[in-house]
């Protein structure tokens, strides 16, 4: 698998540790990793913080995100997506968009390029967290 | 003027007084204030604390956002907006789109009422943030 997809998903496996949602994400500049993060709600009781918010988060205030690539293990929601096009990154690759479609179309609209790779080990990874914690992702995804 | 939107400018002047971009926001669910913050991004080094996004993050885990107003001095940003859909906002209140049209229309598609009260005391104040601190602004915008 990509370094920085199986970065993306280290990121999502130290959640799962945590008792947290297993989404990561890591933001990659001129081939090194800048900003990593995981969806952090369950840990820190914070709504705003998805994995791709957490990673951009702790890439801090950089001027010019342009040209950047976003790496998560899941299709971004519409405020990840939103965050996409605010900051100005170039190009999205999402582990997965079986568990979530996203809004990848919000992305394409302005000119991002989103690839979805459909990994098995993402979905599955997703699968069985909301096996065993349906209410939380319920919540997750404004289901309750 | 109205309380809640008194409030958001409150936070906002806040965010003026410590050196940042003056852009307050206030959550307001059944009548009461859950949330407020302001833009944080120059005094925490963190792009992504836009004031709805810091307004968001302490009012914390709630899993029903469903029936609250958010009132912020300037109308948001996609990540924003894509925030607002994402938690199932309903209505938002904008002190002005004068600096910045904001994406309005990612959130009207998705339902969400959207109301643009084109107060001078909130353009006013960024048009004098603006003028003195232009370099920061552009970098908020994705300009720089």
Redesign the interface.
């Known amino acids: 698998m990509d370094e920085f997809m199986e970065a993306a998903l280290e990121e999502a496996r130290r959640g799962l540790a945590e008792g947290g949602v297993p989404i990561g994400a890591v933001l990659v500049k001129d081939g090194r990793i800048v900003g990593r993060g995981r969806n952090r709600?369950?840990q820190e009781?914070?709504?705003?913080?998805h994995a791709e918010?957490d990673c951009?988060?702790s890439?801090?205030?950089?001027?010019?995100?342009r040209g950047s690539t976003l790496y998560t293990t899941l299709m971004p929601?519409?405020?990840?997506?939103?965050?996409v096009?605010?900051?100005?990154i170039a190009r999205v690759v999402a582990g997965e968009s079986r568990t979530l479609a996203g809004?990848r179309e919000?992305m394409e609209a302005?000119g991002v390029e989103v690839l979805d790779l459909q990994l098995d080990q993402c979905s599955k990874m997703m699968r069985e967290f909301i096996e065993k914690n349906g209410l939380l992702w319920a919540?997750e995804v404004?289901e309750?």
């Open positions: 709600r369950v009781g914070a709504s705003v913080l918010i951009l988060h890439a801090g205030r950089v001027a010019d995100y929601c519409p405020m990840c997506t939103g965050a096009v605010q900051m100005g809004a919000i302005r919540e404004g309750i």
